[in-house]
């Protein structure tokens, strides 16, 4: 597929920067978006994402899928596998993967995607807007809340260059997602499954009202935990923000 690449100086975020591309041109390219920094990256569940100038890759991509908003199922699980997949060709060691799609090195978390729907343009047909972060070169993230990690900083011998990453993953997610078009999610789950690092712990789920030891995933992405009653229970893979359009 060609694509609408824009590389900018400085943006607010990449995600809302396709949004806006989306609106105003309806081509058959798909839209991507690269920054140098973001003046209010977003991250998951509403935090924001630290995107100082020059040190991390920040790029959003707009994929457009038919057959309704249930075809999305496992799609973030995909995305996180893709990521992994480039930057393990690259060089990285084995990219471990929380779910949905966390990246992580064994340091700490090396990036992450937050997928944002865009509405139906038309019946059945989704726009879809995946933003990646990763970190490369960053040293100081002092307000970061959890043990982060880098590309650099984890994997020193290699030369991480932010062009070659971004070439690397924008190739990897664009494949992923014609394949998981046509395909579903079945073909992505062994190698989302071997990068688990929940597998087998202990964990909590629904705002900690659920607990249970990490199983894995289902065919379809969910998560399976099982409880001290020793049932076994999906948590649903729709992690994806619903955007009012
Ligand atoms: C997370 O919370 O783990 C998701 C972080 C996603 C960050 C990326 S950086 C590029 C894109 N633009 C944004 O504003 N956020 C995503």
Known sequence: ARLDLRVLDEVDSTNAEIIRQIAESRGSKIPVTIADCQTAGRGRRGRSWRSPRGENLYLSMGLTFHGGFSVLDGLSLVLGVAVAEALEALGAPTVGLKWPNDIFLPSGKLGGILVELQ???????????????????????????????????????VEWSRNRIAAGVISAVSEAA????????????????????????????????????????????????????????????????????
């Open 119 to 157: 509405g139906e343009l038309q019946e059945g047909v989704v726009q879809v807007i995946a933003g990646i972060g990763i970190n490369v070169h960053m040293t100081k993230a002092d307000d970061v809340d959890q043990p982060w990690s880098s590309l650099a900083s984890s994997c020193p011998d």
């Open 178 to 245: 014609e394949t998981f078009s046509s395909e579903g999610f079945g073909g992505f789950r062994e190698s989302w499954q071997k990068r688990d690092i929940y597998l087998n712990r202990l964990v909590q789920a629904r705002d900690g009202q659920l607990e249970g030891v990490a199983c894995g995933i289902d065919d379809s992405g969910n998560y399976l935990l099982r409880t001290r009653e020793d049932e076994v229970v999906p948590i649903r893979a729709g992690e994806i923000s619903l955007r009012v359009v």
